[in-house]
């Protein structure tokens, strides 16, 4: 079992950016993908990033593709997602999370998870 701690979240003006980290523990880390998911009040969890076991695939969800970009480092057991020209839509919790496949796309793919970190853009 993989244990994860996020951390980066904040308050922000739009158009500004933040950097999330998730920290984890774990023999396993760089096995497997790993995953940044988001959940908005009131609204269902969704996937925002993941990249694969050596970092060398990267996926995105439409509304992130080009202002977000995922990265991790194996050596520090480590994954960063940086998010610029961040929008009021934004606004969420966001989660990150340990694979149990090589590539992850949806929440199935994903057996490890954090308790989250706020990220809140104001207008």
């Known amino acids: 079992q993989v244990q994860l701690v996020e951390s980066g979240g904040g308050l922000v003006q739009a158009g500004g950016s933040l950097r999330l980290s998730c920290a984890a523990s774990?023999?396993?880390?760089?096995?497997?993908?790993m995953g940044w998911f988001r959940q908005a009040p009131g609204k269902k969890r969704d996937f925002v990033a993941s990249?694969?076991?050596?970092?060398?695939?990267?996926y995105y969800s439409h509304s992130v593709e080009g202002r977000f970009t995922i990265s991790r480092d194996n050596a520090k057991n480590t994954m960063y997602l940086q998010m610029n020209s961040l929008q009021p839509e934004d606004t969420a919790v966001y989660y990150c999370?340990?694979?149990?496949?090589?590539?992850?796309?949806?929440?199935?793919?994903?057996?490890?998870w954090g308790q989250g970190t706020q990220v809140a853009v104001s207008s």
């Open positions: 999370a340990h694979g149990s496949r090589k590539y992850g796309f949806t929440a199935a793919d994903f057996g490890s």
């Open positions: 774990g023999r396993t880390f760089s096995t497997y993908a």
């Open positions: 990249i694969s076991w050596r970092g060398d695939s990267t």
